[in-house]
Nanobody
Framework: QVQLVESGGGLAQPGGSLTLSCAAS????????MSWARQAPGKGLEWVSS????????YYADSVKGRFTISRDNAKNTVYLQMNNLKPEDTALYYC??????????????WGQGTQVTVSS
């Protein structure tokens, strides 16, 4: 069965960095686009970033553009989210999601359980 397991969350200071990982299994990882989304306390789900199946094209929400970098290692079945210059408003539960096709269409088929990121001094 499909499994998406996020890791790497934690507590960071404003201006700090964290790298999230999402280990995938149960499907041909290299054939599908992947995305990251987040949900802050009391708020709805917010799309953060997406990457094509081959890693050739990436997309970012305006709120994270220039600070976050999505990447993937198809040999390791893992997608990453490098987060730099973190802000308190980045505090949220971060999820990775499998798309239904090789290109991102915000059409998610599976979700991970999430990893908490807290940005605070």
């Amino acid at each position: 069965q499909v499994q998406l397991v996020e890791s790497g969350g934690g507590l960071a200071q404003p201006g700090g960095s964290l790298t999230l990982s999402c280990a995938a299994s149960g499907f041909t990882f290299s054939s599908y686009a992947m995305s990251w989304a987040r949900q802050a306390p009391g708020k709805g789900l917010e799309w953060v970033s997406s990457i094509y199946s081959d890693g050739s094209v990436t997309y970012y929400a305006d709120s994270v553009k220039g600070r976050f970098t999505i990447s993937r290692d198809n040999a390791k079945n893992t997608v990453y989210l490098q987060m730099n210059n973190l802000k308190p408003e980045d505090t949220a539960l971060y999820y990775c999601a499998k798309e239904r096709s090789d290109e991102p269409r915000l059409d998610y088929e599976y979700w991970g359980q999430g990893t908490q990121v807290t940005v605070s001094s």
